[in-house]
């Protein structure tokens, strides 16, 4: 018995019907949405744009592009830009990892391909921050390079197409191959847009819209009346539950003016933002008892032996729990506040880790979504007892 090659079988298993393309583009024509990104053929201000879609609503984008490039219009303003304003202005858009990248990758383009991102597809690949998809779309946009993206909707949309029927996350070879196959040659850059623009608009993951679709005809999903069976659901993470104590340190050494110590780069789940002190918590109910004070105390000790030793804190007060979720992470905070009494006086000289940080400083940082909760929960408790700051 004979076994046919598994290349040869998942071509066979390819939809190869140019009418798909065609209809596809037809729409898109007519229909696609306004947005500024695509009024440029700039290969960085597509780079750019896709780097902050990725896992971002297009509206919480859209203000957050513009501002972007009026500050950094090219790769050598990026490329030149220090990392703490890039970030500020990234300050909302999370995954901060992406602006870092984003940097880096324009200090690559900058200086390896003067400033001109490459026509190449293993040279863009070796750019920081650029992976398959990324590369795809910046070259078909910018180019007319025949490379098919497969982001979530145009997976979506071929999982429906062609009727997949184990989660995508398992065929990510066969969709490359499947958006290759249905690729159109003349307008890749287009079709690559038309087909995100349909997995966005239109073939949305609950109530597909397949009335609007231009190619329900050639879905068998559609056809078969099937449509909300597919994509299959990824098997799901198991959630993670902890409980964790946050430090409001508040310094008030200098004038009137608050300063907030805050640290970076220590705590795996957020990395390289500015975030006030966290610990595990010791457990026990919260109270405001000398054992609750030493209960603080013991906690704040446990932080410092790791990180600042001789940095002393009084005046402890647990405002209260915030919560809050990372990933698959659901966190409960206990916000505890204190005064800083003492510190190293060389210690915000010699360390570029830790600083205290006045309220403007804390915005040109950038501001992480934990620390504002925690802020608002000290800002409603205030003056009155709340043990819980509903997120």
């Known amino acids: 018995m004979t076994t046919q090659p598994r290349n040869e079988r998942l071509e066979d298993a390819l939809v190869r019907d140019p009418e798909i393309s065609e209809q596809l583009l037809r729409w898109y024509d007519q229909t696609a949405r306004d947005l500024p990104w695509r009024k440029s053929s700039d290969p960085y201000a597509i780079w750019v744009s896709e780097i902050m879609l990725q896992q971002t609503r297009v509206e919480t984008v859209r203000p957050y592009y513009t501002r972007f ?63 398959p998809y990324t590369s795809a779309a910046i070259l078909s946009i910018a180019y007319e390079l025949p490379f098919a993206v497969v982001d979530g909707n145009v997976a979506r949309v071929l999982a429906r197409v062609c009727r997949l029927d184990v989660p995508l996350q398992r065929k990510a070879s066969f969709l490359e191959a499947q958006a290759e196959a249905l690729l159109s ?29 231009p190619i329900g005809e050639h879905c068998q999903a559609h056809v078969d009346g099937v449509v909300d069976a597919y994509p299959s659901p990824p098997p799901r993470k198991e959630t993670v539950a902890l409980e964790l104590v946050l430090f409001l340190v508040v310094d008030r050494a200098v004038g009137a003016t608050e300063r907030l110590l805050l640290e970076r780069g220590n ?42 030793k001789g940095l002393e804190v009084g005046g402890w007060s647990h405002l209260g729990s915030i919560r809050h979720s990372i990933t698959h992470h659901r966190i409960r905070f206990q916000v505890v506040e204190g005064t800083l009494q003492s510190a190293p006086s060389d210690l915000w000289a010699t360390r570029d880790d830790l600083t205290v940080a006045t309220e403007r400083a ?5 501001r992480s979504s934990l620390l504002t909760k925690a802020l608002a929960l000290r800002d409603r408790v205030k003056g009155r007892k709340q043990l819980e700051f509903p997120i």
């Not at 890749?188 to 679709?213: F, I, K, S, W």
Request: hydrophobic fraction near 35%; proline fraction near 8%.
């Open 362 to 366: 804390r915005e040109e940082l950038g």
């Open 69 to 131: 490039l009026e500050r950094f219009p090219d790769v050598f303003a990026l490329a030149s830009a220090e990392e703490e304003d890039v970030l500020s202005l990234w300050s909302g858009l999370g995954y901060y990892s992406r602006a870092r990248n984003l940097r880096r990758g324009a200090g690559v383009v900058a200086e390896t391909h003067d400033g001109r991102f490459p026509r190449s597809r293993s040279e863009a690949l070796a750019i920081p921050g650029i992976g």
């Open 267 to 308: 705590w795996p789940l957020i990395r390289h933002l500015w975030i006030p002190p966290i610990v595990e918590s010791a457990g026990g109910p919260p109270d405001s008892s000398d054992a609750g004070q030493q209960g603080w105390a013991n906690a704040w000790n446990r932080w410092t032996r790791h990180r600042a």
């Open 185 to 213: 040659k003349e307008r890749p850059g287009d079709h690559n847009q038309a087909m995100m623009e349909l997995g966005a608009t239109v073939c949305v993951p609950r109530d597909p819209r397949c009335d609007l679709c």
